[in-house]
């Protein structure tokens, strides 16, 4: 069986262990369904996310052009603190970056490779956790917009990583922490704005991730310099896949590459 598609990231819910679903256009496959199978990858050409022309990907999905442009990678995406539409000020899109900006934010603490702080709207929790591959996080701080979540997150980032070790993360070298503990130990450096939105009496979230064998080397399959792969999918863990044979694939960073996609 063959699925032709371009490479979206995968949609995921939280239950005893996450499942995952792989958007294939007329399909969407249970990628859980398909641990201990061999799958082919095969690159079949570009196609831009936002302009969807054959045009080589430069960054999140986006051709050169695009990312250049477009309102949805702004620089306040990956840099919340650079967030103005709370001010009436736009970037690229004000409209567009009211819709987004202007909505609750959670910046919360994950361990993934080790505790690390982030942000994220509230309708994307837990699916940010899942997609860094965290198995623990907790809420900090609820706030209004993206600014106030922006200045939290780099006031913590001076006393916890803001980063994941994906090579740690893969291979399961990880480390329980209580992250009750930190939250509560940080919270004297959340800044006077955010201070009111701190979250009191919460729980951590533990996260279990479908895969019958983690790697102790990683390979990692890169699309543009190797055109095809086939391997026993044993994992998936953050946005990657997991093969017997020590690769991994980062779902997320091939978006905008159209594959086929052939199941064994």
Not at 4 to 22: A, D, H, P, Q, W
Request: glycine share 4%; with cysteine.
């Amino acid at each position: 069986m063959i699925y032709r598609s371009v490479l979206k990231k995968m949609r995921t819910s939280l239950g005893e262990e996450v499942n995952y679903f792989l958007d294939m256009g007329t399909d969407i496959l249970h990628m859980n369904q398909l641990l201990d199978r061999e799958i082919a990858i095969y690159f079949v050409k570009y196609e831009c996310l936002n302009c969807h022309l054959p045009k080589k990907i430069f960054r999140q999905g986006f051709c050169y052009d695009c990312f250049q442009a477009s309102a949805k990678v702004g620089d306040w995406i990956m840099k919340p603190e650079l967030s103005t539409a709370h001010l009436d000020q736009e970037d690229r899109d004000l409209a567009y970056e009211k819709s987004v900006q202007l909505q609750p934010h959670i910046v919360y603490l994950a361990n993934s490779s080790d505790v690390k702080v982030g942000v994220t709207r509230k309708t994307q929790v837990p699916t940010r956790w899942i997609d860094q591959g965290a198995h623990e996080a907790i809420e900090v701080v609820e706030v209004p917009n993206r600014y106030l979540a922006g200045i939290t997150e780099v006031a913590l980032k001076a006393h916890v990583a803001d980063k994941t070790n994906w090579r740690t993360m893969l291979k399961n070298e990880i480390q329980d922490k209580n992250l009750v503990d930190i939250k509560n130990q940080l919270k004297e450096f959340i800044p006077e704005e955010a201070k009111a939105y701190f979250i009191e009496d919460n729980q951590e979230t533990e996260i279990n991730f479908p895969v019958l064998s983690y790697p102790k080397k990683l390979k990692s399959l890169n699309l543009s310099k190797q055109e095809s792969y086939k391997g026993k999918l044993v994992g998936i863990k953050g946005q990657y896949f997991i093969f017997e044979d020590n690769t991994v694939f980062n779902v997320r960073n091939n978006e905008g590459f159209v594959v086929d996609l052939e199941l064994h």
